[in-house]
């Protein structure tokens, strides 16, 4: 049924925690913090290197870069522009997470901008997802679509520019235009706290780093934060202590408890 | 004795989660990320747009904006700006909180500047409320003076300027010029988490997207926040488990449980 | 055998918690708000104060001033130039702290100008150290040696700059060129919080503010947060629980209990 098993992603995980990769972070000041946590929770390194002056050198040494445009300045996205144009000459694989695009018209010729230039990986919710294929766009950060309706211009997406293309929601779609892989974990507390998607564009980075085939990756990443918040969601009594659980079952979540977890549909 | 009842709060509260306001922060980088998880706790849906080029744009969107001017940089103070002339050009809502303002010289202006753009609610504690009013301001962010001190100076601000002044403090009181609210709820270890203060200008800002009357608005907002802070202190073993206790009792919070927990003055 | 003795700590928490300094931080966007967290549960009162126009004139007003060179902008740079300016001349204590410098061209220079300015301590970890004194960095904010390999570096630092060098690690080492205390507190889940290392150069600024010796300031930082951390250890389940733990074991923390369970060498 589904193209990639479970165990594919104990390997990513396994491998995430040998490896710890230096994931160099242009992201929002919203959740840039929460975003080091959890990759520090989760096994990776993370540097916020986000200035021009030092982005471009930095994504040479990087395993992974992410770029986020949820707070972009004009400073910020010089500095998007210098380690996107690093990454993709040296080969360090790159993730775009194109926040709040079709909402807001800066940032998305920003990300179209950015989207031909090979990012490995591109994560966005269905409304985000749907802009950046040329359809209409959400109301801020929330989505107004699932991730099923806009599964056809996500593959589009994927196929036209040769990357995997992620769509968070109740049901994480994901596919590289050919294969299509389903998540079905998740708890609507995510929903509630600051940066969920923005994290899950971190961890994607971060295994982006340590696998060759991005959908295996994408997939890793959506199953991490996922399960790791099927556990935290047990334990919580409000999004508050979500949040605080939720980096805590990243950094005790194992391989085999990954595997054993994901619902792949 | 007081002007309002504690029926409208519970109202406006029932308000606030049936409309899930859309809050257009312009905020300081301290707070961004706590003032985010704060408004998805409360029930409304934050959108961090403060860069010039989109916050003018996003402010007709948006059903309230908070402006915080706890950071200023010339690229966000030039987004903020935008934000208020489109909130006013469209009707939207829109809240100031004066961080600072009185210690420091850029921000006085600008805030003073901001004071006749029609703010529907301007939040702050007695050194910043009485700086606004022409008196003397405080040391940093933290106050030096009691809200009764300044009630005269905050009745006079509110009306010159047709807007409601709340002063937080151990008692808060709001203001509209000629009616005066006193909410006694609250906890000492609200002075003991960064952006406290901030929360309760983002969270004015959401009651200001659902509420005709903003005293009615901004008391909602302040019986909320220190309703939810007297439940999450009887719990909290510190500021940091106060904090996430805060986010917490921010959600589970219903509109009987606050009409029957404020004490109105 | 060490230079201090733990009735020094002792004098200085209890200075910390009788005076409340008002810290001024020019930090990076990533632990702002974690930062000031820190800073209020241990006792002090911070400012983040970080734009050109007002910077200059609050470091006059501030008991300390912390320069924190993580996430720089031109914006943030220039007032990090003007804050240090108005603090040398009025005889502020300020404490610098080279986050990634060695990894990063632009910040090297920035940190190794402001060393020029008389630092009261400058507080990084042993990579940072070691770039800082003319010898090799370290790869993004990770450090690759230990704080004993860097000591004699440390200490030519120190001399030649006259100021006190505080080299984070397992064990952390701090030494004014002449005198080096070690300190022996601390647990492994300090590594997996952001900002756990930048805390430390906000307390240490906080300390600069109410003790005239600077190696007893670094020692009583390094020691204020390495046993509290190691109470936040023991009852924590992960990163997540940690970091809330360690905020509230800081501002339970008793000058006696600092001064009984430091280990200083």
Redesign the interface.
């Known amino acids: 049924m589904t193209p990639l098993t479970t165990d594919l992603l104990a390997d990513a995980l396994d491998a995430l925690r040998t490896g710890s990769p ?1 994931v ?1 972070c242009l992201t ?7 975003t ?2 959890v990759l ?2 989760a096994g990776a ?7 021009p ?2 982005s471009g ?2 994504a040479t ?2 395993d992974a870069v992410l770029i986020n445009v ?7 996205v010089a500095a998007m522009r210098a380690a996107v144009d690093s990454a993709v000459a040296a080969g360090t694989p790159w993730v775009l997470d194109p926040v ?1 695009v079709g ?5 998305t010729g920003l990300a179209r901008e950015l989207l031909d230039r090979s990012p490995r990986v591109v994560r966005g919710n269905a409304s985000e997802v749907s802009a950046l294929a040329g359809g209409a766009g959400g ?4 989505t107004t679509r699932t991730p099923e309706a806009v599964l056809g211009a996500a593959r589009e997406l994927a196929a036209g520019n040769a990357t995997v293309v992620a769509v968070s929601g109740p049901v994480d779609h994901l596919t590289d235009g050919e294969r299509v892989v389903r998540v079905a974990n998740g708890h609507p507390l995510l ?5 969920a998607g923005c994290a899950l564009g971190a961890l994607t980075a971060a295994f982006a780093a340590v696998c060759e085939d991005p959908l295996v990756a994408a997939t890793a990443a959506t199953a991490m934060l996922t399960v790791a918040s099927d556990a935290a969601a047990a334990r ?6 979500f ?10 979540l194992t391989p085999a408890a990954l595997a054993r977890a994901t619902r792949l549909g």
């Open positions: 230096l160099q929002n000041v919203v959740v840039a913090g929460w080091a946590n520090l929770a390194a993370p540097a916020m290197v986000d200035n002056a030092e050198v930095f040494v990087a949820g707070t972009p300045y004009s400073e910020t709040a909402a807001l018209p800066w940032r109301r801020g950060v929330e929903t509630r706290v600051a940066g919580a009594g409000g999004p508050g202590s949040a605080v659980a939720l980096l805590d079952e990243l950094s005790l």
